[in-house]
């Protein structure tokens, strides 16, 4: 199993540019939909510890996906697979950058890479909301608009109003945690 989760990984970090998050769909799409390690509704919890812990969110996912299927060895060989190649890549970037840093090419190849990045990040985080919407009891989410309401008001507050996303997450534990609560006492 080592072999085979550090070369899922290695796949994955040789061909993602853009961090943790860009890594997300093609995580999703190796150890959901092809190898069927785990389901959809794993994943997004798997997602949802990976932000949660300090660390990298592509490392994190790597330790779940890695312990889940393979104890320590799966987590080797996955976490392995999924740094070699940024390490690899930042290592060879840092000696030849110095050189070509001010070439035309060189700067319209970073500035090409921005979009599709921006795009890689937006993918998964639409069919992620998608997937926590049907998930939420079985039900629809027209039946539920809060997990959407939820997650444009924590997106505005991060992006527009500056919020740290730490304060974000610690309100929104709280609040479900009060409606929670509320909820409860009413069906007794």
Sequence with gaps: MFF?????????????????YAMLPLIQREVVDRKG????????????????APGLIAVNSAIFIGWRIGGWRGVAGAV??????????????AVVFREWK???????????????????IAAPLLKMTKSALKANGGKTS????????????????????????????LATIVLTLL????????HK
């Excluded at 085979?4 to 943790?20: A, C, P």
């Excluded at 785990?38 to 919890?45: G, S, T, V």
């Excluded at 035309?104 to 990045?117: C, H, M, N, Q, S």
């Excluded at 539920?144 to 974000?168: E, F, T």
């Design 4 to 20: 085979q989760l550090f070369w899922t990984y290695l796949k994955i970090g040789t061909f993602t540019l853009g961090g943790g």
């Design 142 to 169: 027209s039946s539920h608009p809060w997990p959407l309401i939820i997650s444009l008001i924590s997106a505005l507050l991060i992006w527009l109003g500056h919020v740290n996303p730490v304060w974000v997450i």
């Design 102 to 120: 001010e070439l035309p090419a060189v700067e319209a190849a970073f500035k090409g890479i921005r979009p599709a990045v921006v795009a890689l």
């Design 179 to 186: 409606a929670v609560d509320i909820a409860e006492r009413r």
């Design 37 to 52: 390690w785990i389901d959809e509704q794993e994943f997004l919890n798997m997602i949802a510890l990976a932000q949660a």
């Design 80 to 93: 392995l697979g999924a740094v070699l190649p940024s390490f690899l890549i930042i290592l060879t970037i």
